[in-house]
Nanobody
Framework: VQLQASGGGLVQPGDSLRLSCVGSGRSFSSSGMGWFRQAPGKERDIVASINWNGGNTYYSDSVKGRFTISRDLGKNAVYLQMNSLKPEDTAVYYC???????????????????WGQGTQVTVSS
């Protein structure tokens, strides 16, 4: 079972990026999924979470109104559209999935059983 994250890069303040995370080895269609990030010297924190069918989402206050989480059940994928990026958004971004049947959003890292490898996002002028 694997989650493969991609889409990170170096951008300027105000730019946009779209992160993708594709699952393999099993279906995540009955799992809540999320994006976390870890900045240098800081703990890994929740960015956004989405329930099993995309009908409910959660965003941290720092990204609310700028980031959008979505998923495609048919592609076994979750996405994070990031707009109006700021230097403080610089971090390694990780996608994560909950165990089968755990369908709702969740903010705690311990509630996620599967993790991607991380993709670096750097926002700098």
């Amino acid at each position: 079972v694997q989650l493969q994250a991609s889409g990170g890069g170096l951008v300027q303040p105000g730019d946009s990026l779209r992160l993708s995370c594709v699952g393999s080895g099993r279906s995540f269609s009955s799992s809540g999924m999320g994006w976390f990030r870890q900045a240098p010297g800081k703990e890994r924190d929740i960015v956004a979470s989405i329930n099993w069918n995309g009908g409910n989402t959660y965003y941290s206050d720092s990204v609310k109104g700028r980031f959008t989480i979505s998923r495609d059940l048919g592609k076994n994928a979750v996405y994070l559209q990031m707009n109006s990026l700021k230097p403080e958004d610089t971090a390694v971004y990780y996608c994560a999935a909950r165990a089968p049947g755990y369908k709702v959003v969740h903010t705690a890292q311990g509630s996620y059983d599967y993790w991607g490898q991380g993709t670096q996002v750097t926002v700098s002028s």
